[in-house]
C-alpha cells in the first residue's frame, strides 16, 4: 500500500528566506506526482505536476524535483512571501491497476512571516 | 473557463440525518473523483467514476455512503444517517482522459459538521 510522508510537518520563516519542503512516498512504481496548494477553508490549487519520467518541473519562484527510484520529492520556493502562507499538499499516483487515485501526504503547513 | 463547483460550500446536521453533497465538474471531463478530509488527516480516496463505465467504490468507508453521476456530469455524493465521524471536508476532483496523464482539478469542497 503506497504511503505519502510530507516533512516538516509544520515550517515557519521569515518573509525572503528559501524554503524546501519534502515528500517521501513507500512505493516508487508511480505515474506522477503532483505538488497542491491548499488555503484555510478552501480546495485544492495545483502547483507543478511531474511526470515519473521526469526530474523537476519549474513554475516561477517553485521548482520540483522527483527522484523515483529512492522514492523522493521536493518543493523549493525561492524568496518566499508572506502569501505564500498555506498547506502544501503531495500526492502521488501510482502506476498499473488504480492509476487514477492520488495518495496524498498529510501536508506541510508554511508559515511565512513579513 | 469555470472550475469544479461543489454545493453547499457548508452543511450542519445533526446525528442521524441524510446528507447529499453535489459536485459540478469541469465541462468536458469524463473523470470524476471524490475524496474526504478529516481533521488531522490526509485526503483519502472514496469513488470514481469514468464515462459509462462501473464506478470504483472502494474507499467508500461504510454502506451508509453512495454516489451517483447523472449523464455523465453532475455527481453526487449521499451519506446516510450520519454519524459525528462523518464530519469533514468533502472534495470532488475531475480530469480529462486518459485520467492517469492528466491533473484532477479540486473544486472548493464541502465541509460537513455532524452535531
Known amino acids: 500500500k503506497q504511503e505519502v510522508t510530507q516533512i516538516p510537518a509544520a515550517l515557519s520563516v521569515p518573509e525572503g528566506e528559501n524554503l524546501v519542503l519534502n515528500c517521501s512516498f513507500t512505493d516508487s512504481a508511480i505515474y506522477n506526482l503532483q505538488w497542491f496548494r491548499q488555503d484555510p477553508g478552501k480546495g485544492l490549487t495545483s502547483l507543478l505536476l511531474?511526470?515519473?519520467?521526469?526530474r523537476e518541473q519549474t513554475s516561477g519562484r517553485l521548482n520540483a524535483s522527483l527522484d523515483k527510484s529512492s522514492g523522493r520529492s521536493t518543493l523549493y520556493i525561492a524568496a518566499s512571501q508572506p502569501g505564500d502562507s498555506a498547506t502544501y499538499l503531495c500526492a502521488v499516483k501510482n502506476s498499473g491497476g488504480s492509476n487514477y487515485k492520488l495518495t496524498f501526504g498529510k501536508g506541510t503547513l508554511l508559515t511565512v512571516n513579513p | 473557463g469555470a472550475g469544479v463547483s461543489q454545493s453547499p460550500s457548508n452543511k450542519v446536521t445533526e446525528k442521524g440525518k441524510d446528507v447529499e453533497l453535489r459536485c459540478d465538474p469541469i465541462s468536458g471531463h469524463t473523470a470524476l473523483y471524490w475524496y474526504r478530509q478529516s481533521l488531522g488527516q490526509g485526503l483519502e480516496f472514496l469513488i470514481y467514476f469514468q464515462g459509462n463505465s462501473a464506478p470504483d467504490k472502494s474507499g467508500l468507508p461504510s454502506d451508509r455512503f453512495s454516489a451517483e453521476r447523472t449523464g455523465g456530469s453532475v455527481s453526487t455524493l449521499t451519506i446516510q444517517r450520519t454519524q459525528q465521524e462523518d464530519s469533514a471536508v468533502y472534495l470532488c476532483?475531475?480530469?480529462?482522459?486518459?485520467?492517469?496523464?492528466?491533473?484532477?482539478?479540486f473544486g472548493p469542497g464541502t465541509r460537513l459538521t455532524v452535531l
Open positions: 476532483a475531475s480530469s480529462l482522459a486518459p485520467q492517469e496523464n492528466n491533473e484532477q482539478f
Open positions: 511531474i511526470q515519473s519520467s521526469q
